[in-house]
């Protein structure tokens, strides 16, 4: 169990290297969108590049599903690689310090291993199914806030998604009415182990891609936590829409989340 673990830390801490030498140019002056997003394309390849290159050695036989490349199957083997080279990417191009890599790994149908690699933190974060969640080497656990006005939750926007976004201003307004305040990253990946560590109290936001959140759900899961869907259920990989947190925090979430929007 822990050779999997070691193996994606050691793929981070290379990503790593290759993140931090294209750091020292997001100062240059791209003058449009369109040579921004050449920019982290670019960063994203090399990085998602040098990640498969680790894993592949010690595991030539395993799937990955990544980012930018997909799905990579050779239909041998039970285990696949979910990847997220740079979550965050927006950030790392405004020098923000919120971007991270997130590796999971899944067996058949369950995520057994999740690791969060936060850059400018060098905070190390991983969970094995059964084992516990951990923040360099030592154990974390969510938050035991109870009310809601004590909770300080972590939220998305959705950007790509703008359909829903008079539901989302809805449930934001009303959770802002509610808790002690809501933070967005722009990473979803940190969010979700800000979760775990009990830095956040709760999580939620609409319409995620698997690699998004993967190793966050296994990260908060093994600290004590709970994730669902909005319905409170555990469609969380069909419909990417997620509520993160200790089990009343959630339970107070859902309630907020049902009361405007229908979940039919």
Same mark, same amino acid.
């Given at each position: 169990?822990?050779?999997?673990?070691? =193996?994606?830390?050691?793929?981070?801490?290379?990503?790593?290297?290759?993140? !931090? !030498?294209?750091? /020292?140019?997001?100062?240059?002056?791209?003058?449009?969108?369109?040579?921004?997003?050449?920019? #982290?394309?670019?960063?994203?390849?090399?990085?998602?590049?040098? $990640? %498969?290159? #680790?894993?592949?050695?010690?595991?030539?036989?395993?799937?990955? %599903?990544?980012?930018?490349?997909?799905?990579?199957?050779?239909? &041998?083997?039970?285990? =696949?690689?979910?990847?997220?080279?740079?979550?965050?990417? &927006?950030?790392?191009?405004?020098?923000?310090?919120?971007?991270?890599?997130? $590796? +999971?790994?899944?067996?058949?149908?369950?995520?057994?291993?999740?690791? %969060?690699?936060?850059?400018?933190?060098?905070?190390?974060? @991983?969970?094995?199914?059964?084992?516990?969640?951990?923040?360099?080497?030592?154990? $974390?656990?969510?938050?035991? #806030?109870?009310?809601?006005?004590?909770?300080? %939750?972590? #939220?998305?926007?959705?950007?790509?998604?703008?359909? &829903?976004?008079? +539901? @989302?201003?809805?449930?934001? /307004?009303?959770?802002?009415?509610?808790?002690?305040?809501?933070?967005? *990253?722009?990473?979803?990946?940190?969010?979700?182990?800000?979760?775990?560590?009990?830095?956040?109290?709760?999580?939620?936001?609409?319409?995620?891609?698997?690699?998004?959140?993967?190793?966050?759900?296994?990260?908060?899961?093994?600290?004590?936590?709970?994730?669902?869907?909005?319905?409170?259920? *555990?469609?969380?990989?069909? *419909?990417?829409?997620?509520?993160?947190?200790?089990?009343?925090?959630?339970?107070?979430?859902?309630?907020?989340? +049902?009361?405007?929007?229908?979940?039919?």
């Amino acid at each position: 169990m822990f050779g999997i673990v070691n =193996t994606a830390r050691k793929a981070v801490y290379e990503a790593a290297n290759i993140i !931090q !030498q294209f750091s /020292r140019k997001t100062d240059l002056k791209i003058k449009n969108k369109e040579g921004v997003n050449k920019f #982290v394309s670019l960063v994203v390849q090399k990085t998602e590049h040098k $990640i %498969i290159e #680790v894993i592949r050695k010690t595991y030539p036989e395993h799937n990955i %599903i990544s980012e930018q490349n997909g799905h990579t199957n050779n239909f &041998t083997s039970d285990y =696949t690689w979910i990847i997220d080279p740079l979550n965050g990417s &927006t950030n790392f191009i405004h020098n923000h310090p919120s971007y991270c890599t997130s $590796i +999971a790994v899944r067996y058949k149908d369950k995520i057994t291993h999740g690791v %969060i690699f936060d850059f400018n933190k060098s905070d190390f974060y @991983y969970a094995i199914n059964g084992k516990g969640a951990f923040l360099n080497d030592k154990r $974390i656990r969510v938050s035991n #806030v109870k009310q809601m006005n004590m909770a300080l %939750i972590g #939220v998305g926007f959705p950007s790509d998604n703008l359909k &829903t976004i008079e +539901a @989302y201003f809805r449930i934001f /307004r009303e959770i802002s009415l509610q808790t002690s305040g809501q933070r967005r *990253s722009g990473s979803v990946a940190l969010d979700l182990a800000y979760v775990a560590a009990g830095i956040l109290d709760g999580f939620w936001e609409f319409s995620l891609n698997n690699w998004d959140f993967a190793a966050g759900v296994l990260l908060i899961k093994e600290a004590g936590g709970f994730v669902t869907d909005f319905k409170g259920e *555990s469609g969380l990989l069909n *419909s990417g829409n997620i509520v993160a947190g200790n089990y009343l925090v959630c339970e107070q979430l859902l309630s907020i989340i +049902a009361n405007n929007i229908d979940l039919v």
